[in-house]
């Protein structure tokens, strides 16, 4: 019966917040974007509307949070109750507060991390696929060296070896993704590539820069984007699985991954809290894929 | 005649969906087809000849629906017959041949195996007696080699040969009905005429009953008995073939006939530095050659026709031009200078006095960039042209090739038509200011009155702006109404080269003349008239 009713309220949570926001957006956007809103379905906008949420919080924290994030305020996993509304944990930090910090944190890292994956890897890609040659064959290569080593092995040696900042995690796993992102991104250009339209800009006499930003970059959008829908999940989960070694974000800093792992014996106890992270880093997934998948829909030309 | 009916569909109407909406494409055709009787449909693109082909067997393409009408084949209703049924016909009582022979063969088994198996999946003949049968037909195709031909992949034959062994497959249950959608349009002239003859002769020997579906009425002039003329879903008129070539009775059918017309004066013969000079040319990929020692000049104000098969080297050519394809000897002058054999090395300047014009427009412009940008880029690339010059100058070029400024600049090539696009292509060529311009099959995929537009506009244009153009293409009706000079390709080198009415009027070269006398005439007697003088046989029909 629980169980039922609560399918049935996260129906309706999901269906009112995909239709708020829907008009919310729409009445906000300019004259020219208009139809692009009226026309995105419920996911799309259920799942922008979670995502801004999420950039509010990170943004806000400090404000909204009710604590400091490595405040020890009193015992250790007290149960749901006021002033600790949803308890404490360990070391008797309030476990409110460690989510809202945590937006900031986890959802910023892997951001920069995907952001700067993307970058390097879909760069080096079309270039790559453009000039061909010596040049692919190396950077090919090297990549392939790369991708034969296990991605959490070589994390692992990297952050040995260059110490565990936050900006070593970032740069790291960046370097890992960015190989599987690069072999996307050329095989997308190769195809590209080939098109009259690249022959006839090189023809132009048109630079590198410019081949790859206007000409190729455009057309390689569609599964770029879906790409990186994916790869921010994995990158979550990376540091995730980095954290729980002990190597990923260090604590006081407030972490999802971490939280879920320094909590999870509470749940032979009956306890739920843990799960509350879980669901954070599995909600923000959900919604960035539904946007992704909006966005695919879009540039695949299938919109009209 | 009432008694040997095959096919009979009324009142078809068929819908396409584009987003939300149902909109209909064809729009209530009646077509009857007799017993071995062979029925043309023509029109241009978009007219719905291929979707009203696919209807008589019952089939409608992803995202239309068949939504009125009776389709009666042979006493069936092909509409409310199960798939079962349905499919238990196709194959073995109707049979279709596509355009593309080579997209439709599976590369990955051998001509024989496709060809055995609708015979064997539908039980008409067991594998062995299919294999024989496969011979024989091959035979009949006139297919070189017809023992072993069958045992090769489809990679491994030409697309004549493709083409053929397609309708020897089609014809492999012996169907009552086959529908060959412009089986020939993508060959070369010598081929199409090789093809055409096997077609028409298998078709007869059977007694089956055709479909022919073309938009070149010289074609469907040899091939069908009756014609069928489609506009934009609607019958314009139907007739038999000697009396619609004779006296079409509706205005569009007649705006069909006139657009091959189309020619412009000669321009005033040659003087001076020609605008490029292809000088003594040998240029290939790896190790063979595929350009031989190639010479011709280009004069500005005039245009060079390079016509041949494909492989002739026509496009090798253009790129040996362009600077894509540096040649091993030789070289190209450009106003009596040497340009440097590879792009790279051309200064801004060299690259911007050559344009191309290519063959599919919709590979030649990213399909993500507005028409402000992809017309834009080289003036303000070239000319240093920005902000309000830039602006006005787009302006001037889209009402040059006659599209509205306000209503196209800020489009995106998939929201134009074929023609357009094409012309979009010539802007940008224009936007450079080049003294030469290479139009390398530029209206090749296109119809034959959009084709007349787009000639009309490069002929306006040239005498404007006195421009050069290289003009490449297999289509000598083209040759015929634009060009100045001729040069004839085969094999890589030239075989023969001069003014345009001294290569139609006598051609030196038995190639040439081949070629010309490939062309098909609107004669309905022109195959036969042909065949017979090339064989000195009778044909046998």
């Known amino acids: 019966m629980i169980i039922l009713i609560s399918i049935i309220v996260g129906l309706a949570l999901f269906f009112m917040i995909g239709v708020s926001a829907r008009s919310a957006l729409q009445a906000v956007a300019p004259a020219h974007h208009k139809p692009t809103f009226r026309d995105m379905p419920l996911t799309a906008s259920f799942g922008l509307a979670v995502i801004l949420f999420y950039i509010f919080v990170a943004v806000f924290a400090p404000l909204i949070a009710p604590y400091g994030e490595s405040e020890v305020l009193g015992a250790q996993f007290l149960p749901w109750a006021s002033p600790h509304y949803l308890g404490t944990d360990k070391l008797g930090r309030d476990m409110l507060t460690g ?95 080939v098109m009259d339209y690249i022959e006839a800009a090189r023809l132009r006499g048109e630079g590198m820069w410019r081949l790859i930003r206007r000409e190729i970059l455009p057309n390689a959008m569609a599964p770029l984007v879906a790409e990186f829908g994916l790869r921010f999940c994995f990158v979550f989960l990376a540091i995730s699985a980095l954290s729980f070694l002990g190597l990923g974000i260090k604590p006081p800093t407030a972490d999802w991954g971490s939280m879920v792992r320094e909590n999870a014996t509470l749940i032979t106890f009956g306890d739920i809290t843990p799960l509350l992270p879980a669901g954070a880093i599995a909600l923000l997934t959900v919604a960035v894929n539904f946007v992704v998948d909006w966005q695919l829909h879009r540039a695949s030309g299938l919109k009209e | 005649m009432e008694n040997t009916r095959l096919l009979t569909i009324k009142g078809l109407k068929i819908e396409g969906r584009s987003g939300d909406a149902w909109h209909e494409i064809i729009k209530g055709v009646d077509l009857t087809l007799h017993k071995g009787e062979v029925l043309g449909l023509i029109g241009e693109s ?287 002058l450009f106003n009596g200078k040497a340009l440097p054999a590879s792009f790279k090395a051309r200064s801004r300047d060299e690259l911007r006095q050559c344009q191309m014009i290519y063959q599919m427009a919709d590979t030649a412009l990213n399909p993500k960039l507005r028409l402000r940008e992809l017309i834009g880029r080289p003036a303000a690339m070239y000319l240093g042209l920005k902000g309000k010059a830039l602006d006005s100058r787009i302006r001037d070029l889209l009402a040059l090739i006659e599209l509205e400024p306000d209503k196209y600049i800020d489009r995106l090539p998939s929201e134009l038509s074929g023609g357009q696009k094409q012309r979009i292509g010539i802007a940008r060529a224009l936007a450079a200011e080049p003294q030469l ?49 001729v040069v004839v390709m085969q094999h890589g080198a030239v075989v023969e080269r001069g003014a345009k009415a001294e290569i139609f009027a006598d051609p030196k070269e038995d190639y040439t003349r081949l070629l010309l006398s490939s062309v098909p005439e609107m004669d309905p007697d022109w195959l036969n008239r042909l065949l017979v003088a090339r064989s000195g046989l009778t044909p046998n029909d």
């Open chain 2, 46 to 332: 978009g007219a719905g000849k291929s979707t009203l082909g696919l209807a008589a067997m019952g089939f409608a393409r992803d995202g239309c629906r068949i939504s009125g009408g009776t389709i009666d084949f042979d006493g069936i209703d092909l509409r409310t017959a199960s798939e079962t049924r349905r499919r238990g016909l196709r194959g073995k009582r109707i049979a279709y041949v596509a355009q593309s022979a080579a997209a439709s063969f599976n590369p990955a088994h051998k001509l024989i195996d496709q060809y055995c198996e609708a015979p064997v999946v539908h039980g008409v003949m067991p594998r062995k007696t299919a294999e024989d049968d496969a011979v024989d037909l091959y035979r009949r195709m006139r297919l070189p080699n017809p023992d072993a031909i069958g045992f090769r992949y489809p990679h491994q034959v030409s697309g004549g040969q493709l083409q053929r062994a397609m309708t020897a497959m089609a014809m492999s249950c012996r169907p009552d009905l086959i529908i060959f959608d412009e089986p020939t349009t993508a060959l070369d002239v010598t081929t199409q005429i090789e093809v055409m003859a096997a077609i028409r002769d298998i078709v007869r020997q059977f007694g089956t009953a055709a479909i022919y579906i073309t938009h070149d009425l010289a074609v469907v002039a040899q091939m069908a008995d009756r014609i069928k003329v489609l506009l934009r879903g609607d019958e314009v008129e139907e007739a038999d073939t000697r009396s619609m070539l004779a006296a079409p009775r509706e205005d569009y059918t007649r705006s069909l006939w006139a657009v091959r017309s189309f020619a412009r004066a000669e321009h005033p013969s040659a003087t001076g530095i020609p605008v490029a000079s292809v000088g003594n040319v040998t240029a290939g990929y790896g190790a063979v050659d595929v350009l031989k020692n190639i010479s011709f000049d280009i004069h500005a104000g005039r245009t060079v026709a390079v016509v041949g098969e494909s492989g002739s080297g026509k496009s090798t050519t253009a790129r040996v031009i362009t600077g894509l394809l540096p040649p091993r000897e030789g070289e190209v």
């Open chain 2, 437 to 485: 311009i290479i139009c390398d099959e530029v209206t090749s995929a296109l119809d034959q009155i959009v084709q007349e537009g787009i000639l009309k506009l490069l002929d306006r244009l040239q005498n404007e702006f006195n421009l050069a153009y290289m003009f490449i293409t297999h289509d000598l009706a083209t040759v015929k109404a634009i060009a100045d000079e």
């Open chain 1, 99 to 193: 989510l809202i910090y945590g937006a900031r944190n986890t959802v910023g890292i892997a951001f920069a991390t995907t952001a700067l994956a993307f970058f390097v890897g879909s760069f080096l890609g079309l270039w790559a696929a453009l000039v061909g040659g010596w040049l692919d064959q190396s950077l090919s290569r090297f990549v392939d060296a790369l991708m034969a080593i296990p991605a959490l092995i070589f994390s692992l040696l990297l952050l040995t070896i260059f110490g565990t900042s936050v900006l070593t995690l970032i740069l790291v796993i960046a370097a890992v993704d960015a190989t599987r992102v690069y072999r996307l991104a050329r095989s997308v250009a190769q195809g590209i590539v």
